[in-house]
């Protein structure tokens, strides 16, 4: 052979081996081992995580907590959203805010729900707490209810939502046992409840109710990086996505209500301007529908990733939209293609996540939820709360079940027949751009009972903080009660 001809067909071969393996790195992308996805367990009534990660309770239900005024009480229970608040961009010392996703009476912390504040630091690879639980005033407000989601906004203070409301005076006693039903700002007790609060976290003093924002079933917030953009979800059925734009970075009391609407063909959307006078936003989600927004069922965590924004839909056994149509409402293009059942009826037990595009406002369900072809005792079904983290390079969803008993068959047979509630915890690479249930990495079985929830990084990605929000009481300690934990080992 010419050993010209020789170096030619070396290099021809040299290039071609390259495309071929970019075009094929491009198209059979395979995510890193991050860690050995856990086996199902469905006798589980402790933590389950993969070897190699380990897990400390911080703080739990009836740890003494101090109040501004130096009380000391028990803990709240139902800990949910957790926010991790870096102490000089430090990934191992900051503060822990917790929300309580409590609507009980409690002479000693203020009735309804509440929040509570800590600090952290991580020392020999192993967090510890520094000083004392603080539990959150509310007082100034005319307390709080049921505080599930919220954000952390650029200035460093906390949105928390407040998830319920009771619909009468009469309520607030008869249903939850609450006996101050007296008027606030002039006002029916009961309309104070279900807006979203500002928190200082470092004075352990709310703000302000931002009443902008409207009153519903508060899910979920998500601050943008502007200072001035928020997006937030209702748990409402039906739910809207709603955004918020203030008028000045910084100050959310000030700004401009939206509702999502989606088009025809689901390629676009856009957002409704909404009437920003009071009787409007104490009942926004009536106004959305008959201005033609678009109705999900029960939406839940939202994370925002790059120009994306990821959304929790967790499902309801079966609904209605009847009057919700007559009203103006447009049911989302995924739910009458996948959920509808006759007329205006839709049944939807599994749930999913949608993936909203900032550029285009296009719409997609990026995973459903269901049961697994390849495994029958693989449910996942009743997505809730969710964060994301950059492990190795690949953004990954980390999302958090909430089943809660056999929501028509939103749990596997196995578990449905024992009468339990197992909920997990998996991670979703985000590389993969229509991923199935079995792109899912079961990080976590969590304890009988409970829901995971409240879930957030340290920002160099080594730490794993959450909530186990009401576990079984017959699990042996300390998961037989709500407490937040830490997970190392990333």
Known sequence: MNPNNFKISLKSFLQLLLVTCISSCNTNHQSPDIFKPVAINYNNRTIIIPEGFKYKVLFSEGDTVVTNSGIHAPAKGSHDMVVYIPIDSSSEHGYIYVNHEEHKPNALLGDGGGGTVFEVKKENDEWKVV????????SNVGQTFRNCGGTLTPNGTILTTEEEFPLSNT?????FGITDTTDYNDKRKFLNYGWMIEVNPKTHQAIRKIKNFGRYRHEDAQCMPDGKTIYMTSDNKPAIIFKYVAKEIGDYENGQLYAYQQSVDGESGSWIELPMQEDSLMNVIDVAIRKNASM???NEWIEAVGDKLYITESGTDEFDFNNE??????????LNELCRTTANNYRDPFGRILELDLKTNKLRVLLNGGVSKKDSRFCFSSPDAMTSVTLHGEKYLVISEDTNGNKNGSE???VSAKGETYNEVYFLDLSIENPTLEDLKR????PEGCETSGDMFTPDG???????????????????????????GF
Not at 443 to 446: I, L
């Open 462 to 488: 080594k730490t794993y903080f959450l909530s186990i929000q009401h576990p079984s009481t017959s699990n042996p300690a300390p998961f037989s009660k709500s407490c937040v934990i830490a997970i190392t």
């Open 171 to 175: 309520e607030i006693n008869s249903r």
């Open 296 to 298: 999900f069922i029960s």
């Open 325 to 334: 149509i007559a009203m103006g409402g447009k049911p989302a293009k995924h």
């Open 412 to 414: 596997s047979a196995a």
């Open 443 to 446: 990080f976590m079985s969590a």
């Open 131 to 138: 000083g004392d639980f603080h539990a959150i005033d509310f």
